[in-house]
Nanobody, 123 residues
Framework: QVQLVESGGGVVQAGGSLKLSCSVS????????MGWFRQAPGKEREFVAA????????YYADSVKGRFAISRDNAKNTVYLQMNSLKPEDTAAYYC????????????????WGQGTQVTVSS
């Protein structure tokens, strides 16, 4: 079993920054591709970003490319999402996710989910 716990959400003004963290416990962290998803009220959950086990290869949704950055520290069993130039449309609950491959994450075939952390961007 793998447990994912997100932190770092909050309220920020448009143009500001936030950094989300996801602490992972349980099975070997480095075996998993890690990702972030978000879900706004009334909308479906959408893929945001993913990183392979090495953290070198990263993938982003077009809507966040150039503004968000995913990274991971395998020694700390933690994955991060640095969010810059935030927009009101980035407001959502953000979820950390783990799966055996980036391809699985991008197609929403997630093995483990975190409980989510709320990000609210005010205009």
């Amino acid at each position: 079993q793998v447990q994912l716990v997100e932190s770092g959400g909050g309220v920020v003004q448009a143009g500001g920054s936030l950094k989300l963290s996801c602490s992972v416990s349980g099975r070997t962290f480095r075996n998993y591709a890690m990702g972030w998803f978000r879900q706004a009220p009334g909308k479906e959950r959408e893929f945001v970003a993913a990183a392979r086990w090495s953290g070198i290869s990263t993938y982003y949704a077009d809507s966040v490319k150039g503004r968000f950055a995913i990274s991971r520290d395998n020694a700390k069993n933690t994955v991060y999402l640095q969010m810059n130039s935030l927009k009101p449309e980035d407001t959502a609950a953000y979820y950390c996710a783990a799966s055996m491959s980036v391809a699985s994450l991008k197609t929403h075939r997630v093995d483990y989910w975190g409980q989510g952390t709320q990000v609210t961007v005010s205009s």
